[in-house]
Structure formats: structure tokens, C-alpha cells
């Protein structure tokens, strides 16, 4: 894909999100939250998205063009995901308390995946320096560089795919904070307790990052 291509894809991000914006109003003229809801996930998964393409690509101009493409659909996704819940409670305060549990319940699954697999990154690093001087010494197939090479790579998938999923969570959390601050003032109990599970959220990101990177770094050493 080339970069013009690609340039055309965040120009359409960028229209789905105006579009969405300006179309987030009943026909009376009184606002639609569902679609205000939608329109703002949309444009804030276009800029996240953005950031994220180009964190993982080699070429940042593209990274930054396919991700922001793929971040505006994304972050739709999202947007019509609250608004969808929202629609499940009879109260405010009673999707609030459901979003924060909801919260709540990542982070602690998310989190005792991270440690999982931050102790097996620490193996297969051992293991793979290991293979790799064996393999140097004439000690050890070429085979089984390729076998530990495709355990390294099902480890960073899993991996990407945690990483992905906090980065959902995050900007769902992110998204619900913000409304909630807006309507209710920062000091509202709700609001606040929003505040404290984007802290975590943040923190479980950044660990599920960093075993991404980890792994990466170990796959990339493993020349065959």
C-alpha cells in the first residue's frame, strides 16, 4: 500500500467523523446522544489510532496514515458500544456503576496476563539466548532456531492481542470519563472513581506494551 493510498483512507476517517459529528442531532435540532457518542469515539479512535500506527510501523509517515484510517472505524466501534449500553439502563448512575465495574474486571484480568506472560517472556528469552549459542556453537539445528522462532511469534500475538484490548478499554473508559465530567463536575463520586480506573487502565496498557516490546526485541534477535 502506498502512502497516498493510505492518505486517502484518513481522509475518509476524517469525513466519517464529521460527518458523524454534524449529523448528531434529532430532527428537532435537540442533540442525539447515541450519535454524539458514536461521532466522538470515531474521532478520537482516528487520533489514537494514528499514534498507535505509527508506534508499530517502520515507515512513521504510513503507520501514522493506516492507523488513523483503521482508528476512526475503531473508535466508532467504540462509541456506539457505550451508547449501546447506556441504552440498557434505566438511570445514569446505573451504567456508571455497570462501567466501572466493567473496568474493574479487565484490569484484573488484564493484569494477571500481563504477569503471566511477563514471567514467560523472562524463559523464552533465557531459552532462545541459549538456542542461539548453541546454534552459533554448531550445537543445535537450524529447525529448532525455526520452532522457537514460531513459539516467540504465538507469544507476541497473544501479546498484541492483550495490548489491543487495553487500548479499547482505555479509550471506552476514557470516553465515559469525559461525559461524566462534563455532566456530573469532577468531584462527582462517579466521576472521580472513573478517574481512578483510567489510572489503572493506563498502567495496564503501558505493562502490556512493554511485553510487546519485549517480545519483539527477542523475535528480532533470532537471525536464521
Same mark, same amino acid.
Given at each position: 500500500?502506498?502512502?497516498?493510498?493510505?492518505?486517502?483512507?484518513?481522509?475518509?476517517?476524517?469525513?466519517?467523523?464529521?460527518?458523524?459529528?454534524?449529523?448528531?442531532?434529532?430532527?428537532?435540532?435537540?442533540?442525539?446522544?447515541?450519535?454524539?457518542?458514536?461521532?466522538? $469515539? %470515531?474521532?478520537? *479512535? +482516528?487520533?489514537? !489510532? =494514528? /499514534?498507535? &500506527? @505509527?508506534?508499530?510501523?517502520?515507515?512513521?509517515?504510513? $503507520? %501514522?496514515?493506516? *492507523? +488513523?484510517?483503521? !482508528? =476512526? /472505524?475503531? &473508535? @466508532?466501534?467504540?462509541?456506539?458500544?457505550?451508547?449501546?449500553?447506556?441504552?440498557?439502563? +434505566?438511570?445514569?448512575?446505573?451504567?456508571?456503576? @455497570?462501567?466501572?465495574?466493567?473496568?474493574?474486571?479487565?484490569?484484573?484480568?488484564?493484569? +494477571?496476563?500481563?504477569?503471566?506472560?511477563?514471567?514467560?517472556?523472562?524463559?523464552?528469552?533465557?531459552?532462545?539466548?541459549?538456542?542461539?549459542?548453541?546454534?552459533?556453537?554448531?550445537?543445535?539445528?537450524?529447525?529448532?532456531?525455526?520452532?522457537?522462532?514460531?513459539?516467540?511469534?504465538?507469544?507476541?500475538?497473544?501479546?498484541?492481542?492483550?495490548?489491543?484490548?487495553?487500548?479499547?478499554?482505555?479509550?471506552?473508559?476514557?470516553?465515559?470519563?469525559?461525559?461524566?465530567?462534563?455532566?456530573?463536575?469532577?468531584?462527582?463520586?462517579?466521576?472521580?472513581?472513573?478517574?481512578?480506573?483510567?489510572?489503572?487502565?493506563?498502567?495496564?496498557?503501558?505493562?502490556?506494551?512493554?511485553?510487546?516490546?519485549?517480545?519483539?526485541?527477542?523475535?528480532?534477535?533470532?537471525?536464521?
Amino acid at each position: 500500500m502506498h502512502v497516498h493510498h493510505s492518505g486517502r483512507k484518513w481522509l475518509v476517517a476524517v469525513a466519517i467523523g464529521t460527518a458523524l459529528s454534524g449529523c448528531a442531532t434529532n430532527p428537532d435540532g435537540t442533540p442525539n446522544d447515541q450519535q454524539a457518542t458514536v461521532a466522538q $469515539g %470515531a474521532v478520537f *479512535g +482516528a487520533i489514537v !489510532g =494514528g /499514534l498507535l &500506527g @505509527a508506534a508499530v510501523s517502520d515507515n512513521r509517515g504510513r $503507520g %501514522a496514515l493506516i *492507523g +488513523a484510517a483503521a !482508528g =476512526g /472505524l475503531i &473508535g @466508532a466501534g467504540i462509541g456506539s458500544s457505550i451508547a449501546e449500553r447506556k441504552a440498557q439502563y +434505566a438511570s445514569e448512575e446505573d451504567f456508571l456503576v @455497570a462501567e466501572i465495574r466493567r473496568n474493574q474486571e479487565f484490569i484484573r484480568e488484564a493484569d +494477571a496476563q500481563n504477569r503471566q506472560l511477563y514471567q514467560e517472556i523472562a524463559q523464552l528469552d533465557r531459552e532462545s539466548q541459549r538456542l542461539a549459542r548453541q546454534y552459533r556453537a554448531g550445537k543445535a539445528s537450524r529447525d529448532a532456531l525455526v520452532q522457537q522462532k514460531a513459539s516467540l511469534e504465538k507469544q507476541l500475538a497473544k501479546a498484541k492481542r492483550i495490548n489491543s484490548l487495553a487500548e479499547k478499554q482505555l479509550a471506552d473508559a476514557d470516553q465515559v470519563y469525559k461525559e461524566s465530567r462534563q455532566k456530573r463536575g469532577p468531584q462527582d463520586q462517579y466521576t472521580r472513581q472513573l478517574e481512578s480506573n483510567l489510572v489503572d487502565l493506563k498502567e495496564t496498557r503501558q505493562q502490556s506494551s512493554q511485553n510487546v516490546a519485549s517480545l519483539q526485541r527477542i523475535y528480532d534477535s533470532m537471525s536464521i
